[in-house]
């Protein structure tokens, strides 16, 4: 959800908060009700976010959880507790409800990471003494490790992606698709790029004399990926597609314009389907296999976190994970006694 300004412009979820009434010529200085309270600090929580750059998606999730907790907090015909009366036990509540509507345990995890982050920013704001999401529980979720492609099935799949046009747009000779899918899967999986960062790439992020890449990642945190000889060649062979008038943008779409994430995802999952036959082979599919690759090379735990722009190495850690489930299944084929 992109922020908006807090003068004028409302939520999608508020009109669900309380009915609407019309505009009066009641003074600005008009206390708030606890409705329209915490549905604003709810907004001024988004505006901060946008401000420090976190990712649209973020922002949008943050606000869809949000906006669900201040609909459960608003009786049909009264007001949302004020914000200072918020207890940890409507929160367990608003748990539970979630749970009875079918949704999973990763799903309510990540609606009380987010109330948790809402009323850390109020404390830090002054706004109340102590968050009430402090001491409520996070749900359990199971640590389900992802499939991952084999470095012989990741090379087949790349190399089956041809250097010319896409199977379904057919696009004329010197359209700025022809080529464009080929450039996708080697930064993908060559470069272990989030699909946010592959399209958010420009043609000036690109260094051909030095073989690295300007990436920004989460938070507009800026780190350089280096490009291998096989991702070079692809983006040489479209290269003069690369430098149309007025264009920024490294991967385009069929009129030129920017290549939007969803379309990213869209091209991948039609080649998977095409050439691996696996409908659950995703963009972040091709990252998993980038790094568990390096890592069952040799590669450190601390060179793949740079290269994958972690913040935290825990995170990249899951990676190990993976190479030791990986190495017991040899273990299991292979060893007499096992």
Sequence with gaps: ??????????????SEVAPSKPASSEPAAKKQTPGSELAARVQRFLEALHRANLSEHTIRAYGADLGQFVTYCTPPEGSPPAISEI???LLREFMAHCFERGNSNRSVARKLSALRAFFKFLVREGDVAASP????????????????MTAEQA?????????GNTPSEKPREGSPVAGRDRVIFELLYGCGLRV?????LNIEDLDFTERWIRVRGKGRKERLVPFGKRAEEALQACRGLLSQPKQRALILNARGGRLTTRS????????ALLFSGDPDLHPHSLRHAFATHLLADGADLRSIQEL???ASLSTTQKYTQLSLKELMDVYDRSHPKA
Excluded: C, F
Aim: cysteine-free; hydrophobic content about 40%.
């Design 155 to 163: 090379n087949a799949l790349v190399d089956s992606i041809p250097a």
């Design 133 to 148: 999401a402090r001491n409520v529980s996070m749900p359990k979720t199971p640590k389900k490790l992802p499939a991952v």
């Design 87 to 89: 207890e940890p036990l």
């Design 1 to 14: 959800m992109s922020s908006t300004s807090s003068s004028g412009s409302i939520l999608p979820w508020q």
């Design 308 to 310: 994958l722009g972690h």
């Design 264 to 271: 990213v995802e869209r091209i991948v999952k039609r080649y």
């Design 196 to 200: 946010s960062e592959l399209a958010g």
